[in-house]
């Protein structure tokens, strides 16, 4: 059964700031993992997904790193902005074709 | 080409009453995924369907929990009896039949329910 954990579980920063998310999971035969932000009382925006044959991904100021083997992803965010202020979620596809979430990383970047 | 469409988006319901929660997949998908958040916690996976049939529904209550996604109309999902413990956000997400792994999954918005 697949286990995700997202570290660290909440996050304030100042705007500017380079910051990494980092995600890990138990079961490595996923095809792929995707990140989404989930901003308070709303649905999920899909920012990147990884197939596990890539390394990274990269949409604008949004990086997203997978190492399959170790069972490892990161989201790596460059010059923070308080509106990427929101609850960030990693999900591997697995080989049953559905994800698996992780409770996410609650993150403030403040003024 | 519209995208997942959930409806309601808020729905309030008293114990012991039935919630009906519907899912219009995106256009061409024929695969339906249903997931529930509650407060403070992550998005658990519930059910899995594909038109008149359920998939995977490991994750789904044994009781008062339902889905269907019938040939024609939107996928439902039935919560009988409700208990102040089922309110949380549900969501649900479509794929097509060959979901290649370079696909994203995308979500509707999403049904709060509230159980008074």
């Known amino acids: 059964k697949q286990e995700v954990t997202q570290i660290p579980a909440a996050l304030s920063v100042p705007e500017g700031e380079n910051l990494v998310l980092n995600c890990s999971f138990t079961d490595s035969a996923i095809y792929n993992l995707q990140w989404f932000r989930q901003d308070p009382g709303k649905g999920l925006t899909s920012l990147l997904l990884i197939q596990s044959s890539q390394r990274e991904q990269t949409s604008g100021r949004l990086n997203a790193s997978l190492d399959k083997s170790s069972g490892r992803s990161t989201l790596y965010i460059a010059a923070s902005q308080p509106g990427d202020s929101a609850t960030y979620l990693c999900a591997p596809r697995g080989t049953a074709s559905k994800l698996t979430f992780g409770t996410g990383t609650r993150l403030q970047v403040t003024l | 080409n519209a995208g997942v469409m959930q409806n309601p988006r808020h729905l309030v319901r008293r114990r012991g009453q039935e919630a009906r929660l519907r899912c219009s997949p995106m256009?061409?998908?024929?695969?339906v995924y249903w997931y529930r958040q509650l407060p403070e916690e992550g998005l658990k996976f519930m059910v899995y369907?594909?038109?008149?049939?359920?998939?995977?529904e490991s994750g789904m209550p044994k009781e008062r929990f339902s889905a269907e996604f019938p040939k024609e109309g939107p996928s439902i999902l039935r919560i009988q009896q409700v208990v102040r413990g089922d309110s949380a956000a549900y969501f649900c997400a479509s794929s097509p039949v060959r979901w290649q792994t370079n696909e994203k999954l995308f979500f509707g918005s999403g049904t709060q329910l509230s159980v008074l």
């Open positions: 256009k061409g998908h024929s695969h």
């Open positions: 369907l594909q038109k008149e049939n359920i998939i995977d």
